[in-house]
């Protein structure tokens, strides 16, 4: 049976399209925007993105943003076309699967964003070949990406070059506030075809030669006014490279830079840079007085980086409020810490310094119990901290009993810590047992606690019963051991309701006993909404005692 014959609204709609998708015609669009609302709107659902690009950008709205309808004797609004709508259906076509992650307004920035973040990820596959020696600007885009925007199968655009990174570049790069960009990209070149951008974040991975670092700087020099956040990721920083980049970022006559997040993660500082704070850094540091977050994670950083950091820190002008000094190897550092701010030489009254901390992170940094110590006593100088995370620390029962005392006290003395992390500490169901019993008198807002991957057993059990009955909303118990024994007593102390919003009870081999847990906690956790019960070696019966729980829970 032979197809349909298009309709003649198809037909015109089709011919518009290629119209559009052809350099701006001033008498065309006049036209275009003269036809009345139903076809319009009938328009605007099946142009491509860069037709609608061309339609959207050249709307002939007054100062009020309206225009007028002859045919209805009425003024038209940009948003009752619904080009945000449109902008937003042609990103999910797309990228289906980052939707869900994406709490945005400005669809229309956000995919001519991505779509030139693909450009650059597919130019960078080119400009990796050994034998490429060519201009990065004249890389060819390929048809998988150019036929999502409508350039495919139409050669209205020969006498452009739309097909190389250049075009794409300078057309869209006034969307683009968000970029990554691998070492190969790091050139002068890159500058000059990202000049059109308003760069406020830039993510760059793995920066080694002296090249890539010059090129950078004229990239960083060219946005300094704009950025705000900066990432390295496995990068190898000597510390003339240090310096330069921030140098870079100094904006000239203020002398001051805007970076407000600054992260370097996984990064090899060259030597002396592993044990000491170089100079560009310190600069850096020292002269941003909108910095608020700063990550130096996974670097391999010693103890004596870190104090010479926490030395700068002291000082500064601008608010730290999250610090993450993760998986280092800053042992004996905290040692530090406490005598400086009991000695005479370093006041901690100087600038703003730490005051504003929320956020500490010092996960897997070979801390022992005595860190702990001298941790609590710091913490007593960091009166806003509200998230700790010393997991995967071997601080054991000691450094447990070590850290108790920053949570007695009266109520208006106490910590003002919502959220304590405790993973993989080595420590056993009396230390465990010791800590939730301050917790549950505790007079401050903790809200989230995990002591996950600790081998605990059921003795834990009844120190956790209580514990569940205190405003605690994120509990993260798995993989402390306690068997099917363990969730069948943990099930006869749940009595009341509770307050659990998030709750991990993984890898805790509970069997059958998981499910009619979870079936109690479900009956009496009314605003619970999210559960991890994987790897329980429960059998398949247990599916119906959850799915009977599921339909009478009042939270998932």
């Known amino acids: 049976m032979a197809e349909a014959p298009p309709s003649l609204l198809s037909v015109c709609i089709d011919a518009l399209t290629q119209q559009l998708l052809r350099p701006c015609d001033d008498d065309l669009l006049p036209c275009i925007y003269d036809l009345p609302s139903h076809l319009l709107d009938t328009l605007i659902t099946r142009l491509p993105p860069f037709a609608l690009r061309t339609f959207h950008h050249h709307l002939p709205f007054d100062e009020e943003g309206f225009s007028h309808d002859d045919s209805t004797k009425k003024r038209k609004r940009a948003r009752d076309w619904n080009l945000n709508s449109a902008w937003q ?3 999910q076509l797309r990228w289906p699967d980052r939707v869900k992650q994406i709490h945005r307004t400005d669809w229309e920035q956000l995919y001519w964003e991505t779509h030139l973040q693909d450009c650059l990820d597919e130019a960078v596959e080119v400009a990796l070949i050994p034998s490429f020696t ?45 970029l990554g960009l691998q070492n190969v990209l790091c050139t002068a070149e890159t500058s000059v075809l990202l000049r059109e951008c308003k760069l406020q974040s830039l993510v760059l991975r793995c920066i080694r030669s002296k090249e890539q670092i010059d090129g950078l700087c004229k990239l960083l020099a060219q946005h300094c006014r704009t950025l705000t956040s900066l990432e390295f990721v496995h990068c190898a920083l000597s510390t003339d490279f240090i310096n330069a980049i921030f140098g870079s970022l100094v904006i000239e006559r203020v002398q001051k830079h805007g970076i407000q997040h600054l992260s370097i993660i996984a990064t090899s500082f060259l030597e002396p840079c592993t044990v000491s704070l170089p100079s560009g850094l310190v600069s850096f540091l020292s002269s941003g007085r909108s910095l608020c977050s700063l990550k130096l994670s996974e670097n391999h950083h ?41 000695g005479s030489h370093l006041s901690f009254g100087n600038g703003k310094s730490l005051k504003l901390l929320r956020v500490l992170n010092l996960r897997e940094n070979n801390l022992g119990k005595d860190d702990v110590q001298h941790l609590r006593y710091a913490l007593e100088h960091v009166p806003n901290l509200e998230e700790l995370d010393i997991s995967d620390n071997s601080i054991e029962d000691e450094g447990i009993r070590n850290l108790i005392p920053y949570f007695v006290g009266a109520s208006e003395t106490c910590p003002r810590i919502t959220c304590l992390k405790l993973e993989n500490c080595d420590l056993s169901c009396v230390g465990v047992n010791l800590l939730l019993h301050y917790l549950s008198t505790f007079k401050g807002p903790l809200k989230s606690l995990s002591i996950a991957e600790n081998y605990l057993g059921r003795q834990v059990v009844e120190a956790l019963g209580n514990f569940f009955h205190t405003p605690i909303e994120v509990l993260d118990i798995a993989g402390i051991g306690l068997g099917s024994d363990g969730f069948q007593e943990l099930q006869s102390l749940i009595k009341e309701e509770i307050k659990l919003v998030k709750i991990n009870i993984s890898k805790n081999r509970g ?28 059998p398949i019966e247990s599916l119906a005692i959850i799915c009977c729980a599921l339909k009478f829970a009042k939270g998932v």
């Open 89 to 91: 259906r042609l990103f």
């Open 134 to 178: 060519g201009y990065i600007g004249d890389i060819q885009i390929s048809d998988s990406i150019l036929k999502y925007i409508g350039f495919v199968g139409n050669t209205n655009h020969s006498t452009c070059d739309h097909s190389k990174l250049s075009y794409h570049c300078l057309q869209f790069g006034s969307h683009v506030s968000c």
């Open 302 to 342: 010693g103890w004596t980086f870190a104090k010479d950091l926490f030395v700068t820190l002291l000082n500064l002008s601008s608010g730290i409020s999250v610090l993450d000094l993760s998986r280092n190897r800053i042992s004996g550092w905290l040692f530090y810490y406490r005598r400086s701010l009991s």
């Open 511 to 538: 069997g059958t006993e998981t499910a009619k847990f979870l079936s109690k906690l479900l009956s009496q956790a009314p605003q619970l909404v999210d559960v991890n019960a994987a790897c329980n070696l429960m």
